[in-house]
């Protein structure tokens, strides 16, 4: 593995008053409890995206890459700890060896949680951020759970970008941070043409981007349209939620979110507040994107304040 540290040209726009901050935090923490899952009866679909490389969606939910060959098996994303147990019953149908490497491409949960199960004999690798927030942060709401244990928390992290040779190709791997979260990763393939975005891609959807964890709507699309402007037209797209894209798709993606903001900055400089947009319904023409977790109500609530 070697490692070397390309500064990405990512420009912060101005961040609101922390009093605004502070009320999208409030807004969204409820978010996290009011989704409830029935993990015992989550089915874990499985298709192999190109030789080698499989994807494995977890409750038709979250994504886990997982990428097979001489050199042994590497699952990028560990799903939910609740899950671990099914996700380790797929992964053996793909492969008789065990997990080598562990990426994970953010802090969130249903991209952790699995560690603890999955981390036992791996090396797990992240950005710097998620070791620190595993090892020590973990606030969720009110709520900070214990630590996890040693062996689930990465032991190879890094800032930057990292090259990776493993099983006959090299992985480019980029810190792509403020869109989501502060240590988002993206993952490419550089032989197969396949690119993990974790949730710099919810596709079919409206984004989360997690304010309180240095999340911004702003920078999130950016992150998209520098995604857009690296990768190869014909790379193939793997989302942490929603269907695998085209390059194609990801740029109607992130062009229809450009519309939804136009159309949310517009009706702001009318004069409208949150409440009225809501109520007007100004982004029915996206219904479709508010199915899954972020709905049109809640993607007003995320922009309401950063736009100008
Ligand atoms: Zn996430």
Known sequence: MTNFVEPLNIVKRKIPTTM????????LIPLFAAAQHDYAKMHISHSELIPGIHRLFVGDVVTVVAYTGEEGLMIIDAAYEQTVTQLIDTLKRISDQPVKYLINTHIHADHTGGNIELGKNATIIAHHSVKKWLAFDRKQGDKIPEPMPQHAIPNFTFEGSLN??????????????GGHTAGDIIIYFS????????????????PFVDTSQGGNPVVYLQNIKWILEKFPPDAIVVGGHGPVYSMEQLREWLTNLELSVEVMTEAKNNGLTNQQMKEKQILSKWDSYGNFFITGDRWIDTWYDFIE
């Open 20 to 27: 605004k901050r502070l009320l999208i935090i409030l807004t």
């Open 164 to 177: 990776m040779d493993f099983n006959g190709q090299t992985l480019n791997i980029y810190h792509l941070p």
């Open 191 to 206: 032989k197969s043409n396949v690119l993990v975005l974790g949730d710099l891609l919810f596709a079919d959807n409206f």
